[in-house]
């Protein structure tokens, strides 16, 4: 007789380890994202805000299946109540039941579901492979039960397997474009080129945080903003790594550009297949195609090795450079009454009429509709309001305020942070290192920066940890002009400008700020300069600062933008 048991608690999931594994081993359909540590450590990290609903389900008293579910609180498909998803999404590039015989399995999963209807509102049985049998037994078990559902291809999954004659699997070699063989040797000529796997524990947690630092700054300013800006999303991956890497289920390659990281790749090793997971590229070589020569470097050396390569969900260009194979991801959401079937589908619909789905593929429009889901989370209606106005009177009027201060004389030092730096002057040899900190392409204003602070004599202080920059800030001896807001501050003799201090997004909060502004005022005073500071108005934590260091207001700086350029001193 098959009974099905469902698993609510934290210890009752860790329990199920030794016979998960076991059902994984015997599944035809398998992943690094089916395995037991994979998603139980999602779960560690993301599970807290979501009621566990693992599916066991039994013949005789022995597990003979796993629907790996949970229910999350709130609405979904514009359906008040609790949605039932997979564990791991949307993380997971694959999702599924785990054991041997799928139609047993989910046929006693949707059985149960049907007579629990008062815990779900919506179902989403998402990133479904159609390698797997599970949305065709799905369909066939969901179409006797009564409740309306929608079948939809989510996303295409690109692989390569090699076809050719296993004598040549050690040369095998990728052919590279015109394009691409130009990009390495510009490359070539700016330092030796090598590809390097993480192949210690503690340096594979190193390269983690590179990757984060270029992913952020790939992405900045730019419509997607960075996964990693979440504190959850790091923790996430660091915690993969403790789990995984022991086993070699973790692949970490770096390709070098002499002691500069190019281009990162996160991916997991697991039954002879590579899966691609993250990639990042260092902008400062974002001309020559980094992150398109890593994978072609790394494609060659694990293909050589043996390896299936399966570059997971999304078509993004960099892994058409390699495939041979695509799959599909189906997803199959699940709805308890017609009404909301039909709510669901009625905007499905709208959405996909030519001029709505060419709107709202628009990147502008993707930009303002991220903008306010992320004020609306701050501040709800009113300050989605609020920031509307501001935002519409900006547009043709602003007024800014900017005080100007002068530090002389010694202050207290402040703690040290929370983790240990060194904080290192740097020079002209460092800039390439500086650019790729702040995620500065050759060539390119933010690049032409640095360059002319170092011309100009400015003297540059960086926090290092674990030997990758976290920190950067300034002092400046000759005029500093902010085309931003139409400010200048210029030193007389004596003086130097405290300018552009910049603690990476994955360090904040942990005192860098304050220890190294006191240390850089005390430093300066007694070396003979007068420290100067320009803090707009509408910056109270640095205008506490200042005033916390006993800073002296010497002037104030106002002024006035209409329309796009600031035009009026006053």
């Not at 989403?124 to 492979?129: A, G």
């Not at 999304?314 to 450079?321: L, S, T």
């Not at 002389?408 to 390439?432: A, Y």
């Not at 506490?544 to 700086?557: D, S």
Request: charged share 25%; glycine share 8%; net charge positive.
């Amino acid at each position: 007789m098959i009974t099905v048991e469902k698993i609510s608690t934290d210890d009752d999931f860790a329990g199920l380890k030794p016979v998960w594994d076991g059902l994984l081993a015997r599944s035809a359909f398998k992943n690094i994202f089916l395995t037991f540590d994979w998603l139980f450590t999602w779960w560690k990290v993301f599970g807290e805000d979501k009621d566990l609903y693992i599916l066991a389900v039994k013949h005789g008293g022995e597990i003979i299946g796993l629907a790996p579910l949970a229910a999350v609180a709130g609405p979904g498909h514009a359906v008040k109540g609790k949605t039932i998803r997979f564990i791991g999404s949307p993380n997971a590039d694959y999702s599924d039941v785990i054991g041997p015989d799928k139609e047993a399995i989910i046929g006693a999963v949707v059985e149960y579901l049907n007579k629990h209807t008062a815990e779900w509102s919506v179902i989403e049985f998402d990133q479904l492979s159609e390698l797997s049998p599970t949305v065709e037994m799905l369909e066939k078990y969901l179409s006797t039960n009564g409740h309306p559902f929608a079948i939809r291809d989510i996303e295409t999954c690109l692989s390569y397997v090699y076809e050719g004659d296993e004598s040549k699997r050690p040369r095998f070699k990728v052919k590279r474009t015109h394009s691409l063989k130009r990009a390495a040797n510009r490359l070539a000529r700016e330092g030796d080129i090598a590809l390097e796997r993480a192949d210690t524990l503690e340096k594979a947690h190193r390269e983690l945080n590179n990757l984060f630092q270029l992913h952020i700054t790939r992405w900045d300013q730019t419509l997607t903003r960075s996964k990693f800006l979440d504190e959850k999303q790091c923790q996430f991956y660091h915690q993969l790594v403790d789990s995984l890497f022991a086993e070699n289920k973790i692949c970490l390659m770096t390709l070098k550009v002499g002691d500069l990281p190019a281009a990162i790749s996160f991916s997991y090793e697991y039954e002879n297949t590579i899966y691609h997971y993250t990639i990042s590229f260092n902008k400062l070589f974002a001309d020559n195609s980094p992150g398109n020569l890593l994978v072609i470097m790394e494609s060659e050396d694990l293909v050589r090795k043996g390896f299936i390569l399966d570059f997971s969900r999304g078509a993004a260009e960099y892994k058409k450079v390699l495939t041979n194979r695509s799959y599909v991801n189906r997803g199959i959401t699940v709805y308890k009454s017609r009404s909301a079937y039909l709510l669901a589908e009625g905007i499905w619909k709208f959405k996909s009429i030519g001029p709505v789905r060419g709107l709202l593929n628009n990147p502008g429009f993707q930009r303002l509709k991220l903008r306010i889901f992320k004020r609306f989370s701050r501040g709800g209606l009113s300050g989605l309001i609020k920031a509307v106005f501001e935002y519409l009177l900006r547009s043709v009027f602003d007024y800014r305020e900017f005080y100007i201060f002068r530090h002389n004389g010694n202050i207290e030092n402040e703690p040290p942070p929370v983790i240990d730096i060194i904080l290192r002057d740097m020079g002209v040899g460092d800039i390439d290192r500086i650019a790729t900190f702040y995620g500065a392409p050759k060539g390119q204003e933010k690049y032409k920066t640095i360059v002319d602070r170092f011309e100009n004599g400015a003297h540059c202080l960086a926090a290092l940890y674990d030997d990758n920059i976290i920190y950067v800030s300034w002092g400046l001896f000759h005029e500093d002009y902010s085309r931003d807001y139409g400010i200048s501050v210029k030193p007389e003799k004596g003086e130097v400008i405290f300018s552009d201090a910049l603690a990476s997004p994955l360090y904040r909060g942990l005192g860098l700020y304050s220890y190294i502004m006191a240390y850089k005022l005390n430093r300066y005073s007694r070396d003979g300069y007068k420290t100067l500071m320009a803090v707009a108005r509408s910056n109270p934590p640095a205008l506490k600062a200042v005033e916390k260091y006993g800073l002296i207001k010497i002037r104030t700086e106002r002024r006035i933008k209409l329309c796009t350029k600031w035009l009026i001193k006053i």
